[in-house]
């Protein structure tokens, strides 16, 4: 399973460096890939709409990710989620990839 993100938008942000990051779970220590492909399946990620959280009094300065995962059958989405994302296993996913992005860069 790959996953691509990338963050727009929110206070301080710089485009240049928001170029889409990807993870792939082979890459990662297996507890981490493993709590990643659950939170895939407990967000019913595959079956999400394109867009995600927000509120009807969104500003340019609200942050978005958008999400890409590919599975290992070959299934691809991508949803965007606004902040603040209320759904708790989409939430949960995106601190879950933020934390492995972050791993990964580390020295």
Known sequence: ?????????????????????TV????????TAEA???????ARFFEQPTTVGGSPTMGADRTRYTVTIE???????SVQLVEPV???H????LELLQKA???HRAP
């Open 90 to 93: 989409l939430r949960s996913l």
């Open 24 to 31: 792939d779970l082979a890459a990662l220590p297996p507890a």
């Open 36 to 42: 990643l492909k659950r939170e895939v399946r407990e």
């Open 86 to 88: 209320k759904e708790p």
């Open 101 to 103: 992005e972050r791993e």
């Open 1 to 21: 399973m790959r996953i691509e993100f990338k963050r727009e938008g929110g206070l301080a942000f710089f485009p240049g460096l928001a170029r889409p990051r």
């Open 71 to 77: 599975d290992d059958g070959g299934r691809r989405h």
